[in-house]
């Protein structure tokens, strides 16, 4: 892992997560269709399930990029917050991953069953989506997404404090953070919470970008100081 193939991925992890998003709003009115009862929920569903399941498996495969990201940004420093990094990052990725994957691999199955003329089983569908749906959506996908994202990105500023760049990317990773961990009490109902994390998630869209491009032009300064002292003895030797 170098940095340009750690910035490639920062990039791509924000441009699938954001075209993911987008296209699910447009055909599939999410995240507000969560708010909607069940079955008119797995109702909208099969209507769309198509692009529906292409762009959640997207979304989740953007997910699954932070495991590596993790150990990439994780070779910038020698900081003992950024080692922490690597595990709170690789869970990060985890949960989302298995919470965004219920939608291609168990949502089709709980929609045709909610869509059968026999009650109990359309009752059963209904049912098992619910569960499914508050265990690996509200538990582990967001609840303990939130938590973890917003944990990975506060221990790599504390890590790499502004020897990448200055106070500007500090505080927009801190914001981001901040904002997305608010998404725990989203549960709670209370106003504008879910405004907040979504505007924390774009916030972090920008401040992942902006960290890769970074990498791209610039090395953070403990990293080269201990490249030139190598290359000093080197010389000397």
């Not at 292409?54 to 910038?76: D, E, H, K, T, Y």
């Not at 569908?125 to 499914?132: I, N, V």
């Not at 221990?155 to 904002?179: D, E, M, P, Y």
């Amino acid at each position: 892992m170098n940095r340009k193939l750690t910035a490639a991925l920062l990039i791509a992890a924000a441009v699938m997560t954001n075209a993911a998003f987008t296209v699910l709003g447009t055909v599939f009115n999410y995240p507000d269709v969560l708010k909607e009862p069940t079955a008119d929920i797995l109702a909208n569903f099969r209507t769309h399930q198509g692009p529906v399941t292409f762009w959640f498996a997207v979304m989740a495969v953007s997910a699954a990029l932070f495991a590596p990201i993790a150990v990439g940004v994780a070779r910038l420093s020698t900081h003992r917050a950024m080692r922490w990094s690597v595990p709170i990052g690789i869970a990060a990725a985890v949960v989302q991953v298995l919470g965004l994957s219920r939608w291609p691999v168990l949502v089709p199955g709980f929609a045709n069953d909610a869509a059968s003329t026999d009650p109990t089983v359309a009752a059963h569908g209904r049912d098992a989506f619910e569960t499914a749906h508050f265990i690996l959506g509200n538990v582990i996908g967001e609840t303990l997404g939130y938590l973890f994202t917003a944990t990975w990105t506060v221990l790599v500023l504390v890590a790499l404090h502004r020897t990448l760049a200055g106070r500007w990317f500090t505080a927009l990773g801190a914001v981001s953070a901040i904002l997305i961990a608010a998404g725990v009490l989203s549960p709670a109902n209370l106003p504008l919470i879910d405004t907040a994390n979504f505007v924390g998630y774009v916030l972090w869209s920008v401040w992942l970008v902006a960290f890769a491009v970074l990498l791209l032009l610039r090395e953070p300064r403990r990293t080269a100081e201990l490249s030139r002292d190598a290359d000093l003895v080197q010389v000397q030797g």
